[in-house]
């Protein structure tokens, strides 16, 4: 009972050790972020993990994420900015998360960055509450007051503002208890704000919190329950199947070696229309290839066709002329349909060469793609020879048919 009474807090990684003290906390949390990130203001993805027990807080599971860094400092990477923009977009991604975006009163709205990517994710507004900090620093004669009554940039869930404690404060060992009472009476004591100051502070924030946390728990635990008993009972299924295994049933080796093959045909098409789930970048292959023949190669090659201008006059005038035969040859507008089908032909009959040469390109990046996806079958060594001989003899079949029709 004296436990539950006491406020404590237990870290993850400190598993059994229970801190009273909240300045060790501070500490510790410090500790461990240099133990994770070093000490030169570098960055990771690893949450630290604290779950606070207290008699006169709100259930709450908060995420705190990190503000976007526009240029790196210390250790930081050059993709700083990138990389805790990935950070923050894994977490607010989730449908079943709501959003607390925090923006400084005494910079512009339209430039939020929170805003900014709460919107790219929750477009409809229904996750996404909007916090207002630092109410406290803004220039005399200005306010947010249009912001928190909902009027500038509107929210959904609208916006709650709060005035924290400063680092003045925090180094002067300010505890929470006079942090909210000044808050409190600021939001009574402002002009601008006193009409609604049973709606601003840290307090109003946590009960509409803990109200919007039941209310989305309520509107997504139907779906959460019905996903959990298809796993159930996918799983459940996949239980019996085991449960009744045999090593040695032929049934099973027929099925995976079935399972192996519609594989490899994935794999292969996969690799061939660019959807593979491995991305080479030392070089082109599969279908990028095969497209490259067909679109320059194919092309350079056609370029480098020798074509004289003045001969193919010449025969276009002996083709019209022998059409004619003994009869005399009037000025036309048209050439003769013979003679112009057989110039024709036998222009034709010189892109025989770099057609094959095409085919053969194509057929033998078909052959490279066979032998990289048969590479997944390599613990079974006469599985892999055999699916590569017939699929490759296949290719070649249909190569000479290819050449016989060019």
């Known amino acids: 009972l004296l436990l539950f009474l006491t406020e404590y807090a237990e870290f993850l990684h400190c598993k059994g050790k229970k801190f009273t003290d909240f300045d060790e906390v501070r500490q510790e949390i410090e ?5 994770v990130t070093g000490m030169n203001k570098g960055i990771s993805s690893v949450p630290i993990n604290l779950r606070i027990y207290s008699p006169h807080v709100l259930s709450l599971t908060l995420i705190d994420l990190p503000g976007i860094t526009k240029v790196p400092v210390g250790d930081q990477p050059p993709d700083i900015e990138q990389q805790i923009r990935d950070m923050i977009m894994q977490f607010i991604s989730r449908e079943n998360c709501l959003i607390l975006a925090v923006t400084p009163a005494n910079t512009d709205l339209a430039n939020s960055d929170a805003l900014k990517l709460a919107k790219e994710v929750d477009p409809q507004g229904l996750r996404t509450i909007g916090v207002i900090t630092k109410l406290d620093l803004m220039d005399e004669g200005t306010d947010a007051r249009e912001v928190l009554e909902n009027k500038l940039l509107p929210l959904r869930r609208g916006y709650i503002g709060v005035v924290n404690r400063s680092q003045k404060d925090i180094d002067g060992k300010k505890d929470i208890k006079a942090a909210l009472l000044a808050e409190r009476k600021f939001f009574l004591s402002h002009p601008s704000y006193r009409h609604m100051a049973d709606r601003m502070g840290t307090p109003y924030l946590q009960k509409v919190l803990n109200q919007q946390l039941t209310n989305h728990i309520r509107d997504t635990l139907p779906a959460f329950r019905s996903k959990l008993q298809s796993q159930l009972l996918s799983i459940e299924h996949e239980v019996e199947v085991y449960k009744n295994f045999r090593p040695e049933d032929p049934t099973r080796k027929t099925k995976a070696l079935l399972q192996m093959v519609q594989q490899f045909s994935v794999d292969f098409e996969k690799r061939i229309e660019g959807s593979g789930d491995q991305v080479d970048t030392l070089e082109l292959s599969g279908g990028a290839k095969i497209n490259r023949i067909f679109h320059e190669r194919f092309p350079f090659e056609l370029v480098k066709m020798e074509f004289n201008e003045k001969e193919l006059r010449r025969e276009i005038s002996y083709a019209i002329k022998n059409i004619h035969g003994i009869r005399q040859v009037l000025p ?75």
């Open 31 to 35: 500790v461990e972020t240099d133990r």
């Open 332 to 406: 036309c507008l048209f050439t003769p349909d013979m003679a112009f089908e057989a110039i024709v032909k036998k222009q034709i009959v010189k892109l025989k060469g770099p057609c094959l040469k095409s085919v053969d390109l194509v057929m033998q990046e078909l052959i490279n793609t066979v032998k990289k996806c048969t590479k997944k079958l390599a613990t079974y060594p006469r599985l892999c020879e055999e699916t590569e001989r017939i699929v490759a003899g296949y290719i070649r079949e249909r190569e000479e048919k290819t050449k016989d029709q060019v």
